[in-house]
């Protein structure tokens, strides 16, 4: 392979996500070659760690033998068939299997990603209330801090400015909810009470009591934003709020759910049952795209009724419940329970809060260090203004063998739920390094 010509036909044609093109100049994109378990193999003979689990989906690590052989006894049968009006094997024992995770959610709907997803449940809450009979219900409350897409109605719920602004004329009206009672970890008294919290924050939602349709957020922690923590009662004591009112809750648990915070879905840390859970990422362990909406069989009922009505939901996608995604989605959700992968995410998780705290006792360059399941994070301490600190490490790493990526000044380690203890170690030693080697720059 010719890496300097692949290179240039790649900045002639692509458009690389989530990305300023321009820092492709000095930081040329990796050439991978190839994958196997927490680990890329790239074109220069490297293999470095995969710490973010490719934006947070390789749950299971890459080239997982048991995926793979599930998608493989499927090719050989059928690759795609349209979901209206067929059906299958594979999608039926998916579709029950899913329904088991929180037993009063047990009706299925498929799209593609996350952000579809997000929008099916937002869609599914507003029709809700038109066929009710509340049209006046059409406020969406959500979180300061919180993200859930890059479509412009996700956007609209979404409050990380970076990805908002630029947009923000085009976007409807939301209600954030701020002041929220942010933690370190479970251990933390905020973690189980934040009643004072509370208090300020019920007096701010009570205008919107009757003209809200749903809250909707990401359970208990914030990626984009930074993976912030948030109190288990806050998410109690909101859905209780939301109950009382007639509010729908959207749980986006499409980061935090298929065990990434030591529980199936994050929303069993407070012992709560939305109305909708949005699924993506780790539903196929990142082998090909797939999400899912869950739903009350009473939300499902009200659009049940004879064609003539107008009561149908006609969101539909090409690819709603692909079958190849709907046979690694079923072998994932097996694998999790067969192999105590929520287990292991807890071990996971200790092992590497453990760590962060020695790196940031041996360089003095991190600040405000958080987990809980298979994620630790921490902020790195930059005096220099409007310096990209995140983004030195994160090249220094990689040059040091280990794909971070931080989320601004945010460092944080977000690996296969299965990784081995020995990658760990390897990706301790490489963090530290990195930090200690900007550090450097920087003082």
């Not at 240039?8 to 996500?17: E, I, K, N």
């Not at 809450?125 to 066929?131: K, P, Q, V």
């Not at 699924?279 to 009724?305: E, H, M, N, Q």
């Not at 090409?318 to 292991?344: D, P």
Request: net charge negative; with cysteine; charged share 20%.
């Amino acid at each position: 392979m010719n890496t300097t010509t692949l290179m240039a036909r790649d900045h002639q044609h692509l458009w690389h996500p989530c990305s300023q093109m321009k820092d492709y100049e000095t930081f040329k994109p990796l050439i991978v070659t190839g994958a196997h378990q927490s680990y890329l193999h790239l074109a220069d003979g490297r293999k470095v760690i995969d710490a973010i689990s490719s934006w947070w989906c390789k749950s299971l690590g890459h080239q997982h033998p048991r995926l793979k052989r599930a998608l493989l006894a499927q090719m050989e049968k059928f690759e795609h068939v349209l979901l209206a009006n067929t059906t299958n094997e594979i999608i039926v024992e998916l579709s029950e299997r899913l329904a088991r995770l929180m037993p009063s959610l047990d009706k299925v709907m498929y799209a593609s990603d996350g952000s579809c997803a997000v929008e099916i449940a937002m869609k599914m809450s507003l029709h809700a209330r038109t066929i009710e009979g509340n049209p006046q219900r059409k406020l969406f409350i959500a979180l300061e801090n919180g993200y859930h897409g890059e479509t412009l109605g996700t956007l609209s719920v979404s409050d990380v400015g970076l990805y908002r602004a630029p947009y923000e004329s085009v976007l409807f009206d939301a209600k954030f909810i701020s002041s929220l009672p942010y933690v370190s970890g479970m251990e933390e008294d905020l973690w189980q009470n934040c009643e004072a919290h509370w208090e300020k924050i019920v007096e701010t939602l009570q205008p919107f009591s009757h003209s809200a349709t749903a809250v909707i957020l990401e359970p208990i922690v914030q990626g984009a934003a930074g993976m912030k923590i948030y109190s288990m009662d806050f998410l109690r004591r909101l859905r209780q709020w939301t109950k009382a009112h007639d509010i729908h809750l959207i749980a986006d648990e499409i980061m935090t759910g298929m065990g990434r915070t030591g529980k199936m879905l994050a929303c069993e840390h407070a012992n709560i049952e939305p109305d909708f859970i949005c699924l993506s990422k780790g539903l196929t362990a990142g082998w090909l795209p797939l999400s899912a909406v869950l739903t009350r069989s009473c939300i499902y009922d009200l659009f049940y009724d004879d064609y003539a009505s107008g009561k149908s939901f006609l969101h539909s996608h090409t690819h709603s419940g692909n079958v190849l995604a709907a046979s690694v989605a079923l072998e994932v959700l097996k694998v999790m329970e067969e192999e105590n992968m929520c287990e292991r995410a807890v071990e996971v998780g200790k092992q590497m809060r453990h760590f962060m705290q020695d790196i940031a006792l041996q360089t003095g360059k991190l600040t405000n260090i958080r987990g809980i399941g298979a994620m630790v994070a921490a902020d790195l301490i930059c005096d220099t203004q409007g310096r990209r600190m995140g983004y030195e490490v994160y090249q220094k790493a990689v040059e040091l063998g280990a794909l971070l990526r931080p989320i601004g000044n945010t460092l944080y380690w977000l690996p296969p739920l299965n990784v081995d203890e020995e990658t760990l170690v390897d990706l301790r030693e490489v963090t530290r390094k990195a930090v200690e080697g900007v550090s450097k720059i920087i003082d």
